[in-house]
């Protein structure tokens, strides 16, 4: 077990962290119906759920790896410039990330079958939005600095990396109880892309040396790719600059939301696997899947290498045969071994993998000791295996793609119960950058109404400002719980 | 249960506060980078200065417009041009750096003349802006003339291996991006 932990700790630690769309606030936090959109193999103590149309679920997420707004924008009166380059440019690394993530449901609802009462259906429609930035460390120094201020240093052109999409999704899970220890589940989705773009993967740099024969030399080699679709569509209509315009941008983004843009599939897998009276474990993986890009592409390359030491006249060679054009059959030169084109080629992008895993341990009472409890709230799934708990403690690891590999947070958390209609979970999650991020999580059960809040990093709003990072998830629904 | 309550109201205690912020100083932010990059360069061997009937056994005009391009016209705030100049001939020699205009008119003049070999590199820096050379001149240069003059004789060859003059050039630009 130790070692699991030393190999757990040691994985987080070696991977840069992302705050952005990590929810373990939300994870097996089985009685607030969104929770099965995590692990679609969650247990689900409901009977049937329906979501408040546009208020079932609703959750923004925001954060940034390195400086803070307060570092930059409070009233100190030091000098801006000076905060920049201190703060910015001399201390973010190229795996310091800008983040942001939004998602809000349309529709979403779930059902028991009659006919076979171990399986839960759920289906909706949901838009979900990130952006991911990665700090461009070496580009950054160069713009502020120049290649003049440092000749001979490299700049990495792959510190470029950047993803960020809006994307409209339909989605149809099933949920399966198969004994008292197995419950599993999956969802597939079909994905309607607004708008994405993406930038990973690139090589190349630029460098300034003493030249060969001239005084300097700039080298560049570069090969620099940035995919967008549909994101032209938008500019356009921006720079029609009409009255129309606002309406223009809606109608687009949804006309592109409602499969008029561009398509993938997904599927989402889940179980969970309870061990004794008191624990169980979970996993999913999400967004197995992609979207196929073919509509409003515009690609983006540079591509080549070229080195210049300026115009050269080396007689006697150019007494005969000179040239009066030298610099522009420089410029051209240089455009054409390392030229800026752009395309409109097809191109498939992955979604962003998640890796979700709990491991969860029930106090306060068994669930053979909650059968008997008398308690108001129903505790009984639909194969007679009990759902309930008076309080729960256990940890949560979760991972997710991104352009420079996966990143992850873990989390440990507490949950209790309380008169049966409120449950409070608070959540602490370590990372690379802060020891201190801890959860909320507040869970309203009124009769059949669901009502949710959830946040994480609570402290940071003490001066959110200073905060590395903020989130906030609610919603509302109305369930049925299953009968006894 | 009492204390897990009271953590509660306390931490929501907490909520949405900030200290405050000042957006407008993103507008006093200043981007002045240092923009380095060759010029020209320019060599010629003995024979071919033996070769010329007169005193300059070379002159050229080319076009030169990587000063006046947009970007670096409507945001450089000052500049160095360095050259060295390199002679291994027999010759006393003047090289003759001159920026023009599109039509022609002289703007400035670098004269560099040089002692025939063995002679030290000759290295000289020639600012413009700040406290330097009107910054006009190179936001206005599109052509470079080159002039290059022979003081000695025509007919001397050095013993050293492969005998040339050889002037290099390079700028660098303080670029007001912000």
């Known amino acids: 077990m130790k070692k699991v932990i030393l190999a757990l700790c040691n994985l987080l630690l070696a991977m840069p962290l992302s705050y952005a769309q990590h929810k373990p606030l939300l994870y097996d936090f089985y009685e607030i119906p969104q929770a099965i959109m995590l692990n679609p193999g969650m247990k689900t103590p409901f009977q049937w759920h329906v979501g408040v149309p546009l208020l079932s679920g609703f959750s923004m997420q925001a954060g940034t790896s390195g400086v803070t707004v307060n570092d930059l924008f409070a009233n100190d009166g030091l000098d801006f410039t000076t905060k920049i380059r201190d703060r910015v440019v001399n201390s973010m690394v190229k795996n310091d990330e800008l983040g942001g993530s939004g998602q809000i449901e349309l529709i979403h609802v779930g059902f028991r079958s009659r006919n076979r009462p171990d399986d839960y259906f759920s289906f909706g429609m949901y838009g979900e939005g990130f952006l991911s930035l990665f700090w461009p460390q070496d580009l950054a120094i160069l713009a502020f600095e120049g290649n003049g201020a440092n000749i001979g240093r490299r700049f990495n052109l792959n510190h470029i990396a950047m993803e960020g999409e809006a994307v409209n999704v339909l989605h149809f899970g099933i949920n399966r109880s198969l004994n008292d220890a197995w419950t599993v589940g999956a969802r597939a ?296 | 249960m009492q204390r897990f309550l009271f953590l509660w109201i306390c931490l929501f205690l907490t909520l949405s506060c900030s200290e405050e912020q000042d957006f407008d100083q993103a507008d006093d932010l200043t981007l002045t980078p240092t923009v380095a990059s060759s010029i020209f360069y320019f060599e010629s061997d003995e024979p071919t200065i033996n070769l010329a009937d007169n005193n300059a056994f070379y002159q050229e005009d080319f076009t030169f417009e990587a000063f006046n391009e947009d970007f670096v016209a409507e945001r450089v705030l000052d500049g160095v041009i360095t050259y060295q100049l390199e002679n291994t001939t027999s010759k006393t020699l003047s090289l003759i750096v001159q920026f023009l205009t599109a039509t022609g008119a002289v703007l400035d003049t670098e004269t560099f003349t040089v002692e025939a070999a063995p002679t030290a590199l000759l290295e000289r820096q020639v600012a413009y802006g700040d406290g330097g050379k009107p910054l006009d001149i190179l936001v206005n240069t599109r052509v470079i003339r080159l002039t290059a003059e022979n003081l000695g004789d025509a007919t001397s060859v050095s013993s050293s291996p492969e005998p040339k003059i050889i002037l290099r050039s390079s700028a660098a630009f303080g670029i007001q991006l912000r």
């Open chain 1, 189 to 484: 989705k079909v994905y309607s892309s607004v708008f994405g773009f993406r930038s990973a993967n690139n090589t190349g740099s630029f460098v300034t040396l003493p030249g060969q024969d001239n005084i300097l030399r700039n080298t560049i080699d570069a090969d620099v790719t940035l995919r967008t679709s549909g994101v032209k569509e938008f500019l356009d209509i921006i720079d029609e600059d009409t009255d129309t315009t606002r309406r223009d941008l809606i109608d687009k983004f949804i006309s592109r939301s409602l499969f008029g843009g561009n398509l993938g599939l997904g599927f989402d897998l889940g179980f969970t696997h309870n061990f004794g009276n008191r624990g169980h474990v979970t996993a999913s993986l999400l967004d197995l899947g992609f979207i196929y890009h073919t509509n409003a592409i515009e690609n983006y390359t540079v591509k080549g290498t070229a080195s210049n030491e300026g115009v050269f006249i080396e007689l006697p060679e150019d007494l005969t045969n000179f040239n009066n054009d030298l610099w522009r059959d420089l410029v051209d030169d240089l455009e054409e071994k390392v030229p800026f084109d752009t395309n409109e080629k097809a191109f498939i992008t992955l979604r962003p993998i998640k890796l979700n895993a709990s491991l969860r341990y029930n106090l306060g009472a068994s669930r053979n000791a909650i059968k008997d409890c008398g308690c108001a709230l129903n505790t009984t799934s639909s194969n007679g295996a009990y759902m309930d708990y008076v309080s729960a403690v256990g940890g949560h690891l979760s991972m997710i793609y991104r352009p420079r590999g996966p990143q992850a947070a873990l989390t440990a958390f507490y949950q209790h119960r309380l008169a049966n209609t409120i449950i409070l979970k608070s959540t602490y999650t370590i990372d690379k950058y802060s020891l201190s991020n801890i959860g909320l999580g507040f869970n309203l059960q009124a009769g059949p109404v669901n009502m949710y809040v959830l946040a994480d990093n609570l402290l940071g709003y003490a001066n959110i400002a200073d905060s590395n990072y903020a989130s906030l998830q609610f919603g509302f629904n109305i369930l049925s719980w299953n009968s006894n």
